[in-house]
T-cell receptor, first 116, second 116 residues
């Protein structure tokens, strides 16, 4: 079974609009962390935001927020006020603190295109 | 710069040749990871070091892949007798420490390996 599922291979959004990128995960660990990374066409992976499984509040970092629904095992990324520079590949990843070692397990990504 | 540095940026080799990919992590980062990213996919874990100790090599696809970090800083990923399926981007990441779960992994720009 896929540990991280990103069902949207591609998304389009108009500049200044908000967009939600979906991520669902599968784990039997009680303690885990969820990360979102951005990968522009240049290739570098840029850390955006983190949500821990025990965090009470949804994480926010500037224009990025994470809609964490633990019972549904979803951790969707919300980007508000989209900018042209947000066009990139976005990856959801999970670290399982108990059974997963220290590695990150990534989804297949969502390609976001911001249009004028 | 202050980020993770990988070299070379691009590497082309003939099938059967050995290659060595270098990673210089962020100064002071204890943990170092290697990932393999096939075209259109998310990164997949290869191996993990804590200082000079290789604590997890469960993701290495075969015994042709070998990684080392002898002094706990720079790491080298070596692939012997390369095959076409080894063509991918190899990403290195480092992290301050992993005692705190929310520590992100910081990635380099990757080495794009093409096997002819």
């Amino acid at each position: 079974a896929q540990k991280i599922t990103q069902t949207q291979p591609g998304m389009f959004v108009q500049e200044k609009e908000a967009v939600t990128l979906d991520c669902t995960y599968d784990t039997s660990d009680q303690s885990y962390g969820l990360f979102w990374y951005k990968q522009p066409s240049s290739g570098e992976m840029i850390f955006l935001i983190y949500q821990g499984s025990y965090d009470e509040q949804n994480a926010t970092e500037g224009r990025y927020s994470l809609n964490f629904q633990k019972a549904r095992k979803s951790a969707n990324l919300v980007i508000s006020a989209s900018q042209l520079g947000d066009s990139a590949m976005y990856f959801c990843a999970m670290r399982e603190f108990t059974g997963g070692g220290n590695k990150l397990t990534f989804g297949t990504g969502t390609q976001l295109k911001v249009e004028l | 710069g202050a980020g993770v540095s990988q070299s070379p940026r691009y590497k082309v080799a003939k099938r059967g040749q050995d290659v060595a990919l270098r990673c210089d992590p962020i100064s002071g980062h204890v943990s170092l990871f290697w990932y393999q990213q096939a075209l259109g996919q998310g990164p997949e874990f290869l191996t993990y070091f804590q200082n000079e100790a290789q604590l997890d090599k469960s993701g290495l696809p075969s015994d042709r892949f070998f990684a080392e970090r002898p002094e706990g800083s720079v790491s080298t990923l070596k692939i012997q007798r390369t095959q076409q399926e080894d063509s991918a981007v190899y990403l290195c990441a480092s992290s301050r420490d992993l005692l705190r779960g929310n520590q992100p992994q910081h990635f380099g720009d990757g080495t794009r390996l093409s096997i002819l």
